[in-house]
């Protein structure tokens, strides 16, 4: 199985900047498509960022342009840098990842969250 730490999250003012990483370790085969997730109060999960295996990323709508998916392969850690950051991006910031088992049955793994706030 596979563990996720978040680290990163925390208060910001309006045009701020910060950055979230995402580290995994445990017994897997390979790590897939790795990303970001967040839920403010009173509504759903909604899909950040996302980066395959090969370095794509794809971005939801509310981000495009300000914030950046990246990971480190050898290091099994994806980041997520956020620039001018807006109060709507206040919520809990949930890493997720995609992997094999050693019996390459593919599984799926959520990260505890970090929170983002930012106001002024």
């Known amino acids: 199985q596979v563990q996720l730490v978040e680290s990163g999250g925390g208060s910001v003012q309006p045009g701020g900047s910060l950055r979230l990483s995402c580290a995994a370790s445990?017994?897997?085969?390979?790590?897939?498509?790795m990303g970001w997730y967040r839920q403010a109060p009173g509504k759903g999960r909604e899909l950040v960022a996302v980066?395959?295996?090969?370095?794509?990323?794809n971005y939801g709508d509310s981000v495009m342009g300000r914030f950046t998916i990246s990971r480190d392969n050898a290091k099994n850690t994806v980041y997520l840098q956020m620039n001018r950051l807006k109060p709507d991006d206040t919520a809990v910031y949930y890493c997720?990842?995609?992997?094999?088992?050693?019996?390459?049955?593919?599984?799926?793994?959520w990260g505890q969250g970090t929170q983002v706030t930012v106001s002024s």
């Open positions: 997720n990842v995609a992997f094999r088992l050693p019996t390459m049955e593919l599984r799926g793994a």
């Open positions: 445990g017994r897997f085969f390979s790590i897939n498509r």
């Open positions: 980066i395959t295996d090969g370095g794509n990323p």
